[in-house]
């Protein structure tokens, strides 16, 4: 009966009736099967994770800009319509500004990602102490208005988190952890923001100037 079994669901690969498109839903007996796959996997493995204290204010502001810049246009944020990729991604990324979520499953998912989901796993080019920020942030969000989110997103330093961040070359971050900045006099400089929100400045070299911006970055497809 086993190998009778084996050769139905070797036959039904084979002939590419299962449809993976992302547009059309899994069947229900299939979505109940990778869900609760899904949801088991994640509380076993982060069952034994010790989360450190996540009511620091500085922890959560470092985390609203690695969130702004690497999760929003998935799991969007207060205020925000859906994305383009938030639209077309299935299963569909949950609104992470909507639902608050488990903290040591939410390290676990940042840090490992979800395969066949499109959940990167973050873990390859950030400590885990940028990823219990954001995990800090995603304890806040969801009492967030917009307003609230922009200015904490504003006062985070941005996409920082300490080597390994993606930026055009010669950009204001391309040197890693560092973000050009301009003081009151507008003399450019570079700050250095550390895991725990402290902060040092000093001068920045020319070639973390920040480029010229330009008008259309050809992202144009009439819709």
Known sequence: ??????????????????????????????????????????????????PPDLASPARIRQGAGNYDAMCSGCHLAPG???????????????????????????????????????????????D???IWNMVAFLQAMPAMDADHYRRMVAASGGHDHGGGETHPHGSA???GHHDAVADDDAVEGVVHRHPDGTVESHPAPPSALPAPEHADNGHDHQR
């Open 1 to 50: 009966m086993a190998g009778l079994g084996t050769l139905v669901a070797a036959a039904v690969v084979w002939s590419g009736a299962y449809n993976v498109a992302a547009d059309v839903p899994h069947s229900r007996p299939v979505h109940a099967v990778i869900e609760a796959t899904r949801r088991r996997s994640i509380a076993v493995r982060a069952a034994g994770i010790q």
């Open 80 to 126: 925000m319509a859906a994305t383009e990729m938030s639209r077309g991604l299935y299963p569909p990324p949950p609104d992470l500004s909507r639902v608050t979520v488990e903290v040591t499953e939410a390290f676990w998912v940042i840090k490992h990602g979800i395969k066949a989901s499109g959940m990167p796993a973050w873990g390859g080019s950030m």
């Open 128 to 130: 885990d102490a940028y």
């Open 173 to 175: 971050s391309d040197p």
